[in-house]
Every structure is written in C-alpha cells, then in structure tokens.
C-alpha cells in the first residue's frame, strides 16, 4: 500500500477539470510590479484577489522600518518566543497592538493560521465545548481538532440557532464561542451584536476572528466588533498581519487577567520560531499607520462600491452586499475555471473557489480590492468581467439557466485540493 | 415537536436519518446502512456536518463534530444518534 494511494480520487477528479487554458493551483508572480500589478505568465495583470486592503505592503515607512531592522538585526531570530527568540521589538509590536485595540495583554504569533490554532486548541480542554460557525476558516476548524474539546457547530451568522445549540449544552461547563469579523470567502459580515448578545445570555466567553476586518471596519480599523459596539464583550481577538497589515504574523488582543499564562501552554506559540525582526518592524510601523490613515479606509470602500456596484450592474450575482470582498458566483465548475482563465488571460488575476472552501457548494470568483487600487484599475476588471462574461453566456442574452443541476461534478474536489487554494484567501 | 426519546428504537432513527437525508441525496443513491457517504452519496464532509445539523434539531441533541471522523456510513450516523440520545 503506497502512502500516496489515499489522495488517488483526488487527482483523478483534478485531471477531469478543464485546465486547458491554465492551472488556478500553479500561479505565479513572476514579477511583482506593485500592491496592485504583476506579470504573469509574461503578462502585465491587475491582482484582484490579494487580501492587500491597505496597500501597506509598498508603504514607504513600513519598507524603511523592515530595512533598518534587517540591516541592524539579522535576517531571523532562530528561536521561539519562550527561548532566544523575543527582541525588543517583538515587545514593541505588542505593545503596539495593545495601545491600538486599548486592551492589556497581546501575544503575537508567526502566522495568523497559527493563532487561532494556539487559543482555540489551548483555550478549551477536553470538559469543554466550542461552538463554531459553519462557515468558519480552516484554522478554526484545524484548532477544534488539534484541541480536546466538544465540538459543535452552528448555523452561519444564526443567533438563534447559536441560543439553540448553547440550550442544549450543560452550562456549568466552559463554552467558548468562536466567531469571524467579515467571512473571506463570500464577504459577508457576522452580525456581531445579535452573536455576542446570545453567548454572554448564557455566560459563554467569545472570541473573534478579525483577519479580514482589521483596517476595513471600525471607526479606526479595529474591526467588525468595534464597529458593532461590542469590543467590551469581546474576550479575544484574534488578527493577522497577512492582510492589512501587509506582512506576515497574527495576534491575540484581550483583558483577561490571566492571559499571560498562554506563552507557557500554548503550543503554536512555543514550539515554532518567531517572527523575523524585519517583519517585525514593517508590522509594528503599519499598525501605526493604520491608526492614523482613515483616509486608506475611505478610499478602500469607494473602490469596494465601484466593483460590487458594477459587477451588480453587469447582470452578476454576488456573494454579499458592498464589503471589500466582491465574490461572484458562477453557475458550474467547468465554467467558473473557464471565466478565471479567461480573466487571467485578459490580465485580471482573482481568485477562483470551490467546495468545500466555500459554503453551500457554489463556485466563486473571489475579488478582493485594496484603497491602492485606482478607479481606472476597477474599470478595467469590469470590463473584463463583461467581456469574459458575455463570452461564457453567464451574463447578457445568452445567459445560461441559473439552477443547473447539481450533478455528480458538484462536489468532485475533495479538500486537500481547496485547502490549498482557501490558504491562498485565509 | 418533542419526540419521546424512550420510544426510540435503532430502526426508527434510521427511519429518521434516511428521511433527513432526502434533500442530500441528489445522485437518488438507494440508502441502506451500509451507503458511504464519501463514495456512494459523494458528499463532501461540509454536506454530511450540514446534514448533522439537521440531525441534531430533529432529535434535539448534540451531536459533536468528534464523531465526525466515524461517520464513514448511513448506520454509523444512526447508531451515534441512539448511542446519544440512550446515554
């Protein structure tokens, strides 16, 4: 029995898929030019699905900070946290965070995938339950299963079946509730208010994943929580710095008096090497930014306007109303990898989705814009999007039936496959 | 609707589980306990915990996503639910 024989049916579902004119698992920036072009496959090609809300990732103080701190520094710590591997200015970015979100404790991680992974795993122990949405990323789902607690999973964004399932839960036991700010896939928020209103009713702790609503909601940039209000009922917070904040690395923000104790239990936090000074530096210097650049955020949202609105205008049928997030939706398989090449052919790179990286087994073309975009750059994907789309039937006279029937095809790639692909998004 | 839960037998939740499982079946795979949901149903295992959901509100139970990993056929899934709801 070779090891390999198990993944057999995935790639033979892979080989059915019409690759012809490329292969969404294969890109690669061959040049990267800004925040928001590269060539590809010796194309010059807009990136509309790079998660860069901010543009910070060419910021000019966040470049310089990363330069001086590699120059002085070294290009890596070579030790955990717990070891050699805290610097002043592992410190500093804490420190940073904790000013930013007004909490008293911050611990940052080497990746955000880590992050969650560490509190969701460490927090509950086996007497314990998690609740999690549906739709949760796949390092909230990995962290229940690296974890030892019960594991139970609600309706997404359902406050009321969030009541029912916690209903049924002894309430002596402790209960933590997992929730994301703005939900990458399809771009729709969490209803943070009603979710948080229902687990402190029956006396849950709530943790909330920011990673794609840091520096996008809130008045400045915290999030979905500080914009619902709720931030003081919020036990946890966790982020990354892959979106936003333009580099690589998460975090956990929170007030709980005993929250120190995670750097000595936390596993994904002990056992991994920190963070390189140089990202440090440039995640320190754009969290300042951050906090005093509302004009990124403005701008970021009347490019969200300009795409959802034209891609709305244009006969598609999106994900969620107006976020940074357009997802459109494609009626086939076959059809939405036709659109991603032909999108890629046409020099607009987004990212394409399936199942079970998406919810309800449809198939995405996952937009993601940046306030570095230009409006002439959101016209220009529209426009491909028309064209390609009008070529595909799936908008204009020629337009295909809407409810093709979910065939055998529907659900043929397995998740290894769009694992890797949601990473690209998570 | 409450369910009286001393009357339930094996049979009747597999009664059950095959009738919640209608919506899920779109290939019209005939379902006996030994139906894979993986090669006979192909569904994915966002499907199955969706059809877990369902599960669980019609008998008013947990069911934790622990199990999910044992829940290869139709009469594993009826046989956690029995093994839950007798304790």
Known sequence: MDLFDKFEPLLQAKAKLPFEDGDPFTVCMEKVISQTEAIINGRHTVLAGTNNYLGLTFDRTCIEAAHQALDEQGTGTTGSRVLNGTYAGHRGLEEALAEFYGTAHAMVFSTGYQANLGMISTLCGPKDFLLIDADSHASIYDGCKMGDATVVRFRHNDANDLDKRLRRIDASAGRLVVLEGLYSMLGDRAPLKELVAVAKAHGASVLVDEAHSLGVYGATGRGVSQEDGVEDQVDFIVGTFSKSVGTIGGFCVSNHPKFEVMRLVCRPYLFTASLPPSVVASATAAVKVMGRSPELREQLWRNARQLHDGLEKLGFSLGAPVSPISAVKISDQATAMRFWAGLLKAGVYVNLAFPPATPQGIYLLRCSLSAAHTPEQIAFMLEKFKEVGLALGEIGPNRVSETRPAGADARTIASPLTAGAAAATG | ?87
């Open chain 2, 1 to 87: 609707m409450t369910i009286n839960k001393d009357s339930l037998t094996e049979e009747t939740i597999f009664a059950e589980v095959c009738r919640l499982l209608g919506p899920f079946n779109k290939r019209g795979v005939s379902v006996t306990r030994t139906t894979n949901f993986s090669s006979d149903l192909e569904l994915d295992s966002l499907a199955v915990m969706d059809l877990l959901a369902e599960i669980e509100d019609h008998f008013d139970i947990t069911v934790p996503l622990n199990v999910l990993p044992d829940l290869e056929k139709v009469g594993d899934v009826s046989a956690a639910v029995l093994k839950i709801i007798k304790g």
